[in-house]
């Protein structure tokens, strides 16, 4: 089982930790502000079609942590007829801004991975409630 990391910074008062789950709910909420995407995909291996639910902010994003910099790898699904160079560079600057303001810590890089295009009536789809 991969143990959980953790930063740790030791002031006068005691020491702060922050874990590497926070730093990825900071990076997703940041990238899902960013109008143009549609949501985050698992990755890789999650696969386009899984969405980002509102349970779990920390779906399509992979952070790399060390004492005082991060790096973060976001996998997006974009909205179909947006300008995707412009999508990737204002979730880029959404998510290094975020994170340095949250947490302190220096952002070396934002990859962007663009998972897929989600069409207007997949959304449609998505909204309607059946009931039988």
Do not use: C, W
Request: charged letters at 25%; a negative charge.
């Amino acid at each position: 089982m991969e143990k959980e990391k953790e930063i740790q910074k030791n002031s006068s008062l005691g020491s702060i930790r922050i874990a590497d789950e926070v730093v990825s709910i900071i990076a997703g909420l940041a990238a899902t502000e960013v109008e143009g995407i549609a949501g985050m995909s698992g990755g890789i291996a999650g696969g386009i079609a899984e969405m980002l639910g509102r349970k779990n902010f920390a779906k399509g994003v992979k952070v790399e942590v060390g004492e005082k910099e991060a790096a973060v790898d976001l996998y997006i699904i974009v909205k179909y007829g947006v300008r995707i160079p412009d999508i990737a560079l204002a979730a880029q600057e959404n998510v290094k801004q975020a994170i340095e303001t949250m947490t302190g810590l220096s952002v070396v890089e934002v990859n962007v991975h663009v998972q897929g295009v989600s069409f207007p009536q997949d959304e449609e789809k998505n909204d309607e409630v059946r009931v039988r």
